[in-house]
T-cell receptor, first 112, second 111 residues
Framework: NAGVTQTPKFQVLKTGQSMTLQCAQD?????MYWYRQDPGMGLRLIYY???????DKGEVPNGYNVSRLNKREFSLRLESAAPSQTSVYFC???????????FGPGTRLLVL | GESVGLHLPTLSVQEGDNSIINCAYS??????FIWYKQESGKGPQFIID?????DKRQGQRVTVLLNKTVKHLSLQIAATQPGDSAVYFC??????????FGQGTELSVKP
């Protein structure tokens, strides 16, 4: 039981490049989330998926898109990366909304 | 807007002492709070949660207190150990699972 896994662990992009961050959970959770964490700050919600087939915007969705590929996987895409998107990205999942969220180890992204 | 905030960005305690980390929130309708621990280079890890129908909840070496009158909650860690060194976040768990995080308190434990 691996919990929540994220790939890649680290990534360096040039401004304007695109990439997709992958997240998978093996806990049979219904809800999945993407957060970003900037230095010295708490996490901010980018997008979430309450259940398979649905996605909703969070607090800071601009510049991102998501896909809930199936119950296990929830990907985050940056179509045209900007330096302001340099951050650590965390994926999380919970059995249902408003239940305990379990976090992955994070993806560290640097946009030059 | 609504917010969740921690009182002190850093806290240093001696090994074996008790630690108290405080958090304030602004929305009196908030009803579910979670404390997370984040070690360097890792994702947040669930510690303990509390709902508004409770004033106190205890776990292993940790206690969370909720004071709805002054919109304040605290995390108490008993007999603090070096392994407790981390950043601690309080978070409000809103409907549909949207977590609103505070900025975090970095706990340092001196041997």
């Amino acid at each position: 039981n691996a919990g929540v896994t994220q790939t890649p662990k680290f990534q360096v992009l040039k401004t304007g490049q695109s990439m997709t961050l992958q997240c998978a959970q093996d806990m049979n959770h219904n809800s999945m989330y993407w957060y970003r964490q900037d230095p010295g700050m708490g996490l901010r919600l980018i997008y979430y998926s309450a259940s398979e087939g649905t996605t909703d915007k969070g607090e800071v969705p601009n510049g991102y898109n998501v896909s809930r590929l199936n119950k296990r996987e929830f990907s985050l895409r940056l179509e045209s990366a900007a330096p302001s998107q340099t951050s650590v990205y965390f994926c999380a999942s919970s059995y249902r909304g408003q239940e305990t969220q379990y976090f992955g180890p994070g993806t560290r992204l640097l946009v030059l | 807007g609504e917010s969740v905030g921690l009182h002190l960005p850093t806290l240093s305690v001696q090994e074996g002492d008790n630690s108290i980390i405080n958090c304030a929130y602004s929305n009196s309708a908030s009803d579910y709070f979670i404390w997370y621990k984040q070690e360097s280079g890792k994702g947040p890890q669930f510690i303990i949660d509390i709902r508004s129908n409770m004033d106190k909840r205890q776990g292993q070496r940790v206690t969370v207190l909720l004071n709805k009158t002054v919109k304040h909650l605290s995390l108490q860690i008993a007999a603090t150990q070096p392994g407790d060194s981390a950043v601690y976040f309080c978070a409000e768990n809103k409907p549909r699972g949207k977590l609103i995080f505070g900025q975090g308190t970095e706990l340092s434990v001196k041997p």
